[in-house]
């Protein structure tokens, strides 16, 4: 069996978004033989509830949190005045999954347009009309992603990620599991060390 990574995350996951330079260079020095395979998480079912107070001031304490602990990461707090939250990241996970279904390269692009959209430009990608924005703006063809975001299959698909995800383990993200024929192990998380995660991978793979 190839050995495979496991990255498992939610486009709308404050701290995934901060793991992205991190993570960026951790791809880049994987060992050759290494896959990478991308698992959407689910952080927060379908809702069409505002997000409490209390919720909102939490998430905000966590991005300054997140401006603290990694260096560079900014976020655009307007977004609690501009629009009106709501605790549901499963929208933002299909449109990833329907972006991919046109393009496997926009999996990654769509998670950082999505990204780039909640933490830099406050707009909600809990609403429909945002992901499709997106998906316009990406290049894809807006009306099959649109058609492709509720259909059947993609919610097929975020149900049998999430699945996935949870038998790896990975119950918060992001996450990060290497499996081999050796067996398999959770990579902790450096925000900061690309080369931190890197070592620990090669420490496993060469003693496995």
């Given amino acids: 069996m190839a050995t495979r990574l496991f990255y498992v995350h939610d486009p709308m996951c404050s701290w995934c978004y901060g793991f992205g330079p991190a993570l960026e260079r951790l791809i880049a020095g ?13 952080l927060a ?38 629009c009106e939250p709501r605790r549901s990241t499963w929208p933002a996970c299909r449109a990833v999954i329907a ?16 990204q780039q959209a909640y933490y830099r430009q406050a ?29 059947p299959e993609t919610r097929q698909t975020l149900t049998r990620e999430i699945g996935q995800a949870r038998a790896l383990g990975a119950d ?9 024929d050796s067996g398999r192990w959770r990579i902790p998380v450096a925000y900061t060390s690309a080369e931190e995660m890197l070592k620990t991978i090669r420490d496993v793979t060469t003693s496995g």
Avoid: C, Y
Avoid at 57 to 82: A, C, M, N, Y
Avoid at 124 to 151: H, I, K, M, Q, Y
């Fill in 99 to 114: 972006a991919r279904a046109q393009n496997p390269a926009w999996d990654e692009a769509m998670t950082r347009a999505i």
């Fill in 30 to 42: 994987l060992p050759p033989g290494i896959r990478l395979v991308r698992l959407l998480g689910g």
């Fill in 172 to 180: 918060s993200f992001p996450a990060l599991v290497l499996d081999n």
């Fill in 123 to 151: 707009r909600n990608p809990s609403d429909r009309e945002t992901l499709v924005a997106l998906a316009a703006e990406l290049g894809a063809d807006a009306g099959a992603f649109a058609a492709a975001l509720d259909a």
């Fill in 45 to 82: 079912p379908d809702s069409d509830e505002p997000m409490t107070p209390e919720m909102q001031q939490h998430l905000q304490q966590t991005w300054h949190r997140i401006e603290h602990r990694i260096p560079g990461t900014v976020f655009d707090f307007s977004f609690w005045r501009k």
